[in-house]
Every structure is written in C-alpha cells, then in structure tokens.
C-alpha cells in the first residue's frame, strides 16, 4: 500500500523510490530492488490461482484505499497484440483498425485507485461485460454498499441498465445515438466552472459549462433522468443517470 501511495504502482515504478528513505516506511534498512520484489511476487503467488489473489488484492485495495468509495469508473481498452500466437481481432481506437489484440476491463474508484481488472479476447464487447465486473465489485464491497458505477457510451444498453436495476446499482453514462433537439425543450441551465487537468502537470483548464435537468421515464431499471452539459462553441453533451 506504501508503494502505491507514492505512486509506484507496479514494479517498475519501483526503481523510481529511494531505497534507504522508502525502507524506514515499511520498517527495513533499505527497500527490495526489482529484481528482488519479483521473486517474491513470484513465490507469493506460486500454488496460488490467479483468481485469487486478484481478488485479495483488490479488497486490499478497497480496504486501504476506497475505504468510504461508492463510486466506482469502469472502462475498456483494447491492447494490441505483436506475438506470434493467433488470437482474434478487435478494433483499435488508436490505429483506427482491427487487429489482433485482448480487451481490458478496469475498475478505479473516484480518486483513480485501482481496484482489479479483467482480461478477455475481443468477442464479448463492453456491455456484455458490464454486468458481470459489476457482479464482481458487489461481491467485493458487500450488498450493504450503495454501488454507483460511471462507463462510457459503450455500456450503453437497455439490458445492461435492468441488469444494474435487479443488483440495486445506480449508474452514470454517456448517451449514445441521442438525437433531441434541445434548443426545442427551454432548458434553464445552471452555469458552473470547472478545472481540468489536462497532459501537462500544473497547466490546468477551466471551463465554463452549463447543466440543466430532463426527467425520464426510469421504468425497469431504465435511466430516470438526463443531466444534459452545454458549452459555448462545442458539440453538444449528454449524459444519462440513475
């Protein structure tokens, strides 16, 4: 936990510590090297399944880090492949193409902590997986927990939003496909400002964006209302809750 707290969180990063100061925090003369730390990793997990220790881990994580989290970002990527081996191809945002790759399907809390993740082959898409990443962080926190999950527009699907209604999960996301005329509607949005990170550390945007409300229907686990974000001289927003 130390180590992902100064934001060495894998191994690599490791080699970015000071060894004598970062071992008084975790009680030693100086911290492992690398190549240390990934034999032990090693011998950790050795007659371990990888299912388990994922899941040690991440309620590791929650406990240490996403102790009061209820908000949780679910979101998919796909990872080119260059070996040898066939596996089935997906579509790259970043090539523009399909090719042969695997999905990746994380969970973060709202300050950006890792949770756990999912690997797959390209055949299942975003919201096939949905339900069941969000099955699997339920199970982690306990069904006391009030879960609010936030995806992008590929989550966006009708049995999705009943699947997250049967389990007691609220959502946010992205619309997709939404064609209103919100010129016709007179929204009365309330202006607010906002500061962005951005790429570059310490050159933060602000923005200025306005919000107004549109009630929904929210019949079976269906979105209940539509918070829609206006700014001056960009495309237009949308975005759906529950």
Not at 197 to 226: C, D, F, Q, T
Request: one cysteine or more.
């Amino acid at each position: 936990m130390a180590m992902v707290q100064l934001d060495a969180v894998n191994l690599e990063r490791v080699k970015r510590l000071h060894r004598s100061e970062f071992g008084l925090l975790i009680g030693c003369e100086k911290s492992p090297v690398v190549a240390t730390m990934r034999r032990q990793l090693t011998e950790l997990v050795e007659g371990m399944e990888g299912q388990q220790a994922m899941v040690a881990l991440a309620r590791n994580y929650i406990e240490h880090l996403s102790a009061e989290s209820s908000v949780f970002y679910v979101d998919d990527h796909f990872d080119p492949y260059w070996g040898k081996a066939e596996v089935l191809e997906g579509y790259s945002n970043l090539y523009h193409k399909a090719m042969e790759g695997m999905e990746h399907c994380f969970v973060h809390d709202s300050a950006g902590n890792p949770i756990f993740f999912s690997m797959r082959d390209a055949y299942h898409s975003f919201n096939e997986v949905l339900p069941y990443m969000a099955e699997r962080l339920q199970g982690l926190l306990g069904k006391g927990c009030r879960l609010r999950l936030v995806f992008d527009r590929g989550g966006y699907d009708q049995k999705v939003f009943r699947e997250l209604g049967r389990m007691g999960i609220g959502y946010a996301v992205w619309v997709k496909g939404d064609k209103t005329d919100y010129e016709e509607l007179a929204l009365e949005y309330e202006e607010g400002e906002f500061e962005l990170g951005g790429n570059e550390e310490g050159k933060p945007r602000r923005v200025k964006i306005g919000m107004a409300e549109v009630a929904l229907a929210g019949k079976w686990g269906m979105p209940v209302r539509k918070i829609v974000l206006r700014r001056v001289a960009t495309r237009r927003l949308a975005k759906e809750r529950q």
